[in-house]
């Protein structure tokens, strides 16, 4: 290796997408497509250089020489000084597929996606929606120092969209359902109905008033709320680049007594992954432990700069180089029972599914937005609300957490960050929040 | 084999198996400086090459990509057994070669794709931002050039030329932070040192905003902030698709007043921009299009399988991304009018960006955001800073009726926007 390259690796990432897309009953495209993309990481006399390319040959010795030649001329003009901490190694076995997709013909995946789609179009809609997508990564990865890997993961799921329309009013309801552990469009008809149902529901929700009020959140929006509130401010480059509100903040009580949030990519949940993108061994990472901030989520570079945490949470994109990312995130059961939780409450909105959120991590603000909800009165739902979000201040929300019920459940999606795209999934047990800022345009 | 031999071949064989057969072709390389904590962090140097295939039986379209030029056969063999799949639909031939209507704007030719030049606008984004007490936490340089042919069998073939050119910094002081890019396709235009400045600016400036009370307030919303909230809404409700789908509630509007009279919506793909194209992703001429036209709805955007499909006409809109199969979209689309008022001189709330666009309701165009760097503005200064608020409403709503276009029109992406004054709208204090 020569004298200005502290160390390399290089990760190979060669698969296929397939993609069915099903609108109104048509179906628009049903095929495959195919990708081979490298990355290539070189840690020069201070900081990294990357390439990325098509089709790489890992096996030729010659082509990986020239290409870490040309990335530590890319690192040369770095002037940031990185450090790798040392870390534990290993991969985990991948869950095995309860029906493999690729067994399955494209013309079954596309007869199944359309029942699903008809089933959603229900009187009152006008307009259905049906995506299936299946990825299939084969990931090769060696480094300087020796380690190597290979795996493969398999991902299915499938969106399904219904717009209801009535007198110029339009209104959208959307379900969907990704795995890690298997084809998952057998069966499926009912998510189909639900989308159709919510949107239909929806043209007669009242617009809610906003202002502060107390709020229950469903799990799948509280899984969205742990994401966006806590997950991304730990993540440990921006806690290093100052861009956290948690730098810091280690040991300080930051939410109330009780509240456990963790991220762990050995769940066999949509964000699992059995070794991280810089051939670090994953495990279950506690952020907040008993209201107190416990660990950041790191990679190797960050854990040395910055400590406090776990490495073995970089990932990627394929054809981007890894960056800190959230894999499987979740708030652990508390022990109020959702009754208890509506009772608590008395007069509030109770906020359900999730239209996604983002968040400011460095001023520590954050907004979501729910499907739908319905307004609480007297410790019962009464009217439906639409077009309802939420935002918040990372710092202060989370002592607002009130009841931590003890029904979780977990939610896939894909997150966005740096420009790169990859497969979550988030959850909680219901929540109540007091003071909860609302918007809505209603007065 | 390079791109041209290798488009010849596939249309070749494509043209045994298929009525027609179409290739779009990309390659590109491009460099990315990534500035950690005040100083160059990681440069990224990246090459791509892709090749997207289409093939026609009966209306039946199939599609595939590959990253790969020795996979070109799978890919051929994958897009038709994709249109064995799709249902058939009315379909009236690729285009055939034309006369193109104007040229694109979308090359610079003095543009380097070099890491010391990239370097060099890192240098300058961190001298700007040096002008005020703030820390820069992230951001970077990128240059990046493409070359692009679309080629189909009925003897059609064009290429062309991309450049971009683009700067980003994020800053912070305390809890209060700051964001400024820009993007062009021409290097010369860009100025790293005053986004730099500017983004340090709204991190400092922003620092101990003073709480806002819940109630209607007079708004002016920056060029960043309107296109964010105006682009999740209304340019998806200008797609065909969406239209004859029955998601677009401008469907039925056409010659209607949708709009204020003063504002107008055009694509100009011959504009400068990084959408500039004088042909779409599917080869069809592009020309202007004026989608409103002093508030009033004239037509929508049309691709070929959508026009065909409907009995319209290609508007030349087809764009593509990623691997994806074609669809529509704008190449450089401008929301325009005439500027009568300065909309910061009377007393506002001035927006420069939200938070949470992307969750608005696309089909009825309700919203309720986080606000960024909001601040009083009166005479055109930005004179006190506000603390963190929402901001609701509705976008068709709210456009009906607007206070004042200003003389600050950028680009923003793909849309070129002014800042837009909207009166008595719903602001929610903490």
Not at chain 2, 228 to 245: D, E, T
Request: net charge negative.
């Amino acid at each position: 290796m020569a004298a200005d390259v502290r160390y390399y690796d290089i990760r190979c990432v060669r698969g296929e997408v397939t993609l069915v897309d099903i609108d109104n009953g048509v179906v628009e495209s049903a095929g495959t497509s195919f990708f081979d993309k490298a990355v290539i990481r070189v840690l020069g006399p201070k900081g990294w250089g990357f390439l990325t390319r098509d089709h790489v040959d890992i096996d030729s010795k010659r082509e990986l020489n020239a290409l870490v030649e040309e990335a530590a001329r890319l690192a040369a003009v770095t002037a940031d000084e990185i450090d790798l901490a040392d870390v534990p190694r290993g991969v985990l076995p991948v869950p095995p597929l309860k029906e493999d997709p690729r067994d399955i013909d494209l013309e079954e995946k596309t007869r199944l996606l359309a029942g699903i789609e008809e089933a959603a179009r229900i009187e009152g809609v006008a307009n259905t929606r049906a995506r299936y997508t299946e990825g299939i990564d084969a990931v090769r990865y060696l480094d300087s120092s020796g380690n190597e890997y290979s795996y493969e993961a398999v991902r299915s799921g499938f969106s399904v969209l219904a717009i209801a329309s009535r007198n110029g009013v339009m209104q959208m309801g959307s379900e969907r359902d990704h795995t890690t552990t298997g084809f998952n469009l057998r069966g499926k008809q009912d998510l189909g109905r639900k989308a159709g149902e919510v949107a239909v529901s929806l043209l007669d929700a009242k617009i809610p008033k906003g202002g502060a009020r107390r709020a229950i959140l469903d799990p799948e929006l509280a899984g969205v709320f742990t994401h966006e509130a806590v997950g991304h401010a730990s993540e440990g480059d921006l806690v290093r680049e100052g861009a956290s509100v948690l730098g810091g903040k280690i040991g300080e009580a930051i939410g109330c007594p009780g509240l456990v949030i963790v991220d762990d990519p050995t769940l066999h949940e949509f964000g699992f992954m059995p070794v991280d993108a810089e051939g670090v061994a994953v495990e279950r990472t506690e952020i907040i432990c008993d209201g107190i901030l416990r660990s950041y989520i790191h990679n190797r570079e960050t854990l040395a700069a910055v400590g406090n945490g776990i490495a073995g949470h970089a990932r990627a994109e394929h054809g981007a180089p890894p960056i800190v990312r959230m894999s499987n995130t979740f708030i652990e059961n508390g022990d109020a029972t959702y009754d208890e939780i509506l009772a608590e409450c008395r007069d509030g909105i109770l906020l359900i599914g999730s239209r996604g959120g983002q968040v400011d991590p460095g001023r520590g603000v954050f907004q979501f937005n729910a499907e739908y909800g319905y307004l609480i009165e007297g410790g019962e739902t009464t009217d439906m609300v639409r077009d309802v979000s939420l935002s918040g201040e990372i710092l202060s929300t989370l002592h607002n957490i009130a009841l931590i019920g003890n029904d979780r459940k977990m939610s896939p999606g894909y997150c966005g960050k740096g420009g790169q795209s990859v497969p979550v999934s988030d959850g909680a047990p219901h929540l109540l929040l007091e003071n909860a800022t609302i918007g809505g345009r209603g007065e | 084999m390079n791109g041209e031999d290798l488009i010849e071949r596939v249309l070749r064989e494509g043209t045994r198996q298929a009525d027609e057969v179409e290739v779009f072709y990309y390659r590109g390389e491009s460099i990315a400086t990534e500035i950690k904590k005040g100083i160059l962090g990681t440069a990224e140097e990246s090459e791509a090459w892709s090749m997207a295939i289409r093939t026609v039986n009966d209306g039946r379209i199939g599609f595939s990509s590959t990253g790969d030029p020795d996979r070109w056969k799978e890919c051929l063999d994958a897009a038709l057994a994709s249109g064995r799949l799709a249902t058939p639909q009315q379909w009236g031939g690729f285009p055939k070669p034309a006369e193109l209507a104007g040229t694109a704007s979308a090359a610079d030719r003095d543009l380097v794709v070099a890491v010391e030049d990239a370097a060099g606008m890192v240098e300058d984004l961190l001298a700007g931002a040096a002008e005020h007490p703030v820390e820069v936490v992230g951001g970077g340089a990128n240059l990046a050039r493409a070359y692009m042919m679309v080629a189909n069998s009925t003897g059609t073939l064009y290429g062309m030329d991309r450049t971009a050119a683009s700067v980003s910094l994020e800053t912070i002081r305390e809890q209060s932070t700051g964001y400024e890019f820009d993007a062009s396709p021409f290097r010369a235009e860009l100025d790293p040192r005053s986004v730099g400045e500017q983004a340090a600016f709204l991190a400092a400036r922003s620092l101990g905003g003073k709480e806002i009370e819940t109630g209607r307030y007079d708004i002016v919303l920056s060029p960043i902030a309107a296109a964010s909230i105006i682009g999740q809404v209304l340019l998806p409700a200008l797609s065909g698709r969406n239209v004859k789908a029955g998601r677009s509630s401008l469907a039925d509007k056409v010659g209607e007043q949708v709009l204020d009279e003063s504002l107008s919506v055009y694509d100009d793909p011959f504009a400068p921009g990084l959408g500039s194209a004088a042909f779409d992703a599917e080869g069809v001429p592009t020309r202007r299009l004026a989608f409103i036209e002093q508030g009033v709805l004239r037509q929508f955007a049309y691709d070929l399988k959508t026009g065909y499909r409907y009995g319209e006409a290609s508007t030349g809109s087809a764009v593509r991304s990623g691997g994806e199969p074609p669809g529509i979209g704008f190449h450089n689309l401008f929301l325009d009018g005439p500027r009568m008022k300065e909309p910061g001189d009377e007393r506002a709330v001035w927006i420069h960006d939200v938070v949470g666009a992307h969750t608005a309701n696309p089909f009825s165009g309700d919203f309720s955001v986080e606000i960024s760097n909001p601040f009083w503005i009166e005479g055109g200064d930005l004179t006190e800073p506000i603390r963190t608020a929402m901001f609701a409403g509705n976008v068709f709503e709210m456009l009906r009726e607007v206070g004042g276009l200003g003389k600050d029109a950028r680009r923003v992406g793909r849309l070129t926007i002014p800042s837009i004054r909207l009166n008595n709208q719903q602001i929610i204090g903490k």
